[in-house]
């Protein structure tokens, strides 16, 4: 079982920044690979990036790459999303979630963090 709480959201204005965290209750952490995901308001949740158990491997969105920046720190038990460049439409909530080595889907989610950005 693994809990995932995230924090780091908030209302910026378009062109900004913010860090998104998730901090992860499982000791066998480093044996997930992580992702995050949003939600805006009357559309489908998303897949906005990943990153492997390894380390080794990310995975973004298109609309978001070379602005938004996952990562994670094992020894923290924590993943992170840089945002730079917000933008109106980047508006949503924002979840992290889990997925075992072997596994194929995301199994644990957190119960999301609110990102507003503002023309």
């Known amino acids: 079982q693994v809990q995932l709480v995230e924090s780091g959201g908030g209302l910026v204005q378009a062109g900004g920044s913010l860090r998104l965290s998730c901090a992860a209750s499982s000791r066998t952490f480093s044996s997930y690979s992580m992702g995050w995901f949003r939600q805006a308001p009357g559309k489908e949740r998303e897949f906005v990036a990943g990153?492997?158990?390894?380390?080794?491997?990310?995975n973004y969105i298109d609309s978001v790459k070379g602005r938004f920046t996952i990562s994670r720190d094992n020894a923290q038990n924590t993943v992170y999303l840089q945002m730079n460049s917000l933008k109106p439409e980047d508006t949503a909530v924002y979840y992290c979630?889990?997925?075992?080595?072997?596994?194929?889907?995301?199994?644990?989610w957190g119960q999301g963090t609110q990102v507003t950005v503002s023309s």
């Open positions: 979630a889990a997925k075992p080595r072997f596994g194929t889907r995301y199994t644990y």
């Open positions: 990153i492997s158990w390894s380390i080794d491997s990310t």
